[in-house]
């Protein structure tokens, strides 16, 4: 049974149109993750949430926003898309994190976002 | 700071062939370290982990083993398939994030 989940798994907007990504879990976990992946680039984090705390990554730019209304989902708003944010979006959880932390994170399938 | 670096591909092989995908990496004091594949439209599964120094994680054939002493922790499998084609991401995990590789794209040849 899938455990992390994301809809649509293919998006396409129009520059400046805004867009919603959604994300959910099953497993319960605190801490929900959302990152950029370019073509043949590693997974570049935006941010994410420690239960409702939101954590910014300091080079996110602000056409990006989160909202995590419930423990299960969260969604990635993008503002005004641009050419430049095609790319496939990726959400993941983990249970916790630590300064020490063993826990592993899931990944959603990802949604692949194009802009016309 | 903390960083990792894997080998570029993309890493082309024939079927049963050996494979290594070297992965180093740079942290303050001990990371857990990660290998995921990224099948084609997919996304990150993890494929195996470690956690502390000389701990070997594996799952489907692949092995890697953390190795303090050479910070390093390379991915090997003893035979390849054609199934195993997919993208390769090394990580590590502090703190409170990932830090990813580039990923290395490996091909197999039937």
């Known amino acids: 049974d899938a455990m992390v989940i994301q809809n649509p798994r293919y998006q396409v907007t129009q520059f400046g149109k805004p867009v919603t990504l959604s994300c959910s879990q099953t497993?319960?976990?605190?801490?929900m993750y959302w990152y950029q992946q370019k073509s043949s680039q590693a997974p570049k984090l935006l941010f994410h949430y420690y239960d409702k705390d939101f954590n910014n990554e300091a080079d996110t730019p602000d056409n990006f926003q989160s909202r995590r209304p419930n423990t299960s989902f969260c969604f990635l708003d993008i503002r005004s898309p641009g050419l430049g944010d095609a790319a496939m979006y990726l959400c993941?959880?983990?249970?916790?994190?630590?300064?020490?932390?063993?826990?592993?994170?899931?990944f959603g399938p990802g949604t692949r976002l194009t802009v016309l | 700071g903390n960083s990792v670096t894997q080998m570029e591909g993309p890493v082309t092989l024939s079927e049963e062939a050996f494979l290594t995908i070297n992965c180093t990496y740079t942290?303050?004091?001990?990371?857990?370290l990660f290998w995921y594949v990224q099948y084609p439209g997919e996304g990150l599964q993890l494929l195996l982990k470690?956690?502390?120094?000389?701990d070997k994680g594996s799952n489907k054939g692949f092995e890697a083993t953390y190795r303090k002493e050479t910070t390093s922790f390379h991915l090997e499998k003893g035979s390849v398939q054609v199934s195993d084609s997919a993208v390769y991401f090394c990580?590590?995990?502090?703190?409170?994030?990932?830090?990813f590789g580039k990923g290395t794209r490996l091909h197999i040849l039937p």
């Open positions: 470690a956690t502390k120094a000389d």
């Open positions: 990580a590590l995990s502090r703190d409170d994030k990932i830090i």
């Open positions: 497993l319960n976990h605190n801490v």
């Open positions: 942290a303050t004091g001990y990371p857990s």
């Open positions: 993941a959880t983990s249970r916790d994190y630590g300064v020490v932390t063993t826990d592993t994170q899931y």
